[in-house]
C-alpha cells in the first residue's frame, strides 16, 4: 500500500505551480509599489505566543492549533496566522528603533489550522498577509485595504465586495461587551454549548456562531455602533472618507466581527460574490490590532494589516474564469539524428542555457519523429535539428514553430542566431 497525502493539504504540481508563481508574483510586485518589505519568520512558534495574541478563548487556539512538544520538552506550535510571528519579531529585533516608521511587512508563506476540510478550508494553506506598525493614521487603513483590493483587480477578479466594520477601541468595547452579556444571559441556555462558554469569556463570538445564527436574540443584538465612544466614531468616519476619496467601494456591516482577539477599530472582510465559488466566500480579512505589541512584550505600537490564502484566490480565479497569462514555453528545443550529433548534444544545449535561452532536449532516446512531438509538449519557439552530416560540415537546422520556416546555420553561430530571433 502506498502512502497519501494528510487530509486537508495538497501537492501542487508543474501545470498548476505556475499560477502560484504569478500570483505570488504580482502580490510582491504590488507590495514593493506600496513599499512593504519582506519578512520571512519562523514556521512555529512558542505556544504561549498564540495564546497571547491570537487569544486563548478563541476558535483558534482552542480547536485549530498544531500544537507538539519538542524533545527539549518545549510547547511549540505551526504557526495558524502571521500576524503574531510578525509582530513578536517586530519586538524582538526592535524593529520599532529604526529611522524608518511606520514598519510596513508582508509575507507569503504556509500556515496551519486543523480545520475541518473543504474546499477552500485546507489544514495546511498559503497567506500572503501584510502588516504595517508604528501608525495610528487612518490613512494606512485605508492603504492596506486598497492593497488587497489592488492584487484582487489586477489579477482580474471582479465579483469582490470589501466589507467593513469598527470594533471600537476598548473602552467601547468593554461597554459593548457588558451589553451583549445583559443581552444574552437570560436565554443562553438556549444556545450552544460554546456559546455559553462565549458568554463570559467573548461575548463578541456569539454574533459569529454559525449553529444560533438565526435565534431571535442574533437579531436584536446590540451593535458595537451604538457603543462608540467620540474617538472611536472618528476614526471610523476618517477611514470610511479616505476609502471614498480613493474611489474604493465598501459596505458597511455591523455584524462583522473576526476571528481573532487583537483587534480594535478598523476590522475588514473581502467577500467574492461570484456564482459557483462555494459556501466559504470570505477571501481575506484584516484589521487593527493597536495593543498587541505590548501584549508580547513591546512598547505600544499601533498596527494593522490583512492576510489572504492563495487557495481562496486561485479558486475565486477559476469561479470567474480568469485565465492567467502564463507564459510557459521552451525558447528551443535541441532534436539530434546520428551518434556523433547525439555526442555532441549536451556541450550544445550547455552553450544555449548559459547564453540565457531555455533549452531542452530528449533524453530516452527517442526517434526522430517522437523527439518531435516532445519537442511540440514544450512549446519550443525553435527546434534545432543536428544530424550526423550537418555536425561534419559545421552547420544546424533552425525551425520556426510559429512560421515553420527552416534555415540552415553555422554551428558556431546557432545561439546568437536564436537570441535575436526571440
Ligand atoms: P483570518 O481571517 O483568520 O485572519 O485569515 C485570513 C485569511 O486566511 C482568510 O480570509 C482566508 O483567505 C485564509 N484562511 C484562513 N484559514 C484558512 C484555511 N483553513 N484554508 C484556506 N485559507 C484560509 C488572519 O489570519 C489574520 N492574521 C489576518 C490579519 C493580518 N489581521 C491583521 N493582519
Redesign the pocket.
Known sequence: MGYQIPR?TQDILPGTVEKWQFVEEKAREICSRYNYKEIRTPIFEHTELFLRS?GDTTD?VQK?MYTFTDRGDRSLTLR?????S?VRAYVENKLFGLAQQPTKLYYIGP?F?Y?R?QA????Q?V?F???AMGSDDPSIDAEVMALAIDVYKELGLKSLRLVLNTLGDKESRKAHREALVAHFEPRIGEFCHDCQNRLQTNPLRILDCKKDRDHELMKTAPSIHDYLNEESREYFETVKSTLTAMGIEYVIDPKLV???D??NHTAF??ISDAEGFGA?T????????NGLAEEVGGPATP???????L???LLALDAEGVKLPIEDSLDCYLITMGDQAKEKAPSLLYRFRKAGLKADKDYLDKKMKAQFKAADRTNAKFVAVLGDDELANGVISVKDMESGEQTEVALDQVTEYILKQI
Open positions: 486537508g491570537v483558534i485549530e495558524p496566522e502571521g500576524t503574531a510578525t500556515m489550522r480545520e476540510p477552500g478550508r485546507y489544514r494553506f497567506q498577509g501584510i502588516e473576526r476571528g481573532l487583537y483587534y472582510e473581502i466559504i470570505t477571501l481575506s480579512g484584516g484589521g487593527r490590532y498596527g494593522i494589516g490583512f492576510a489572504m490564502s487557495e481562496r484566490l
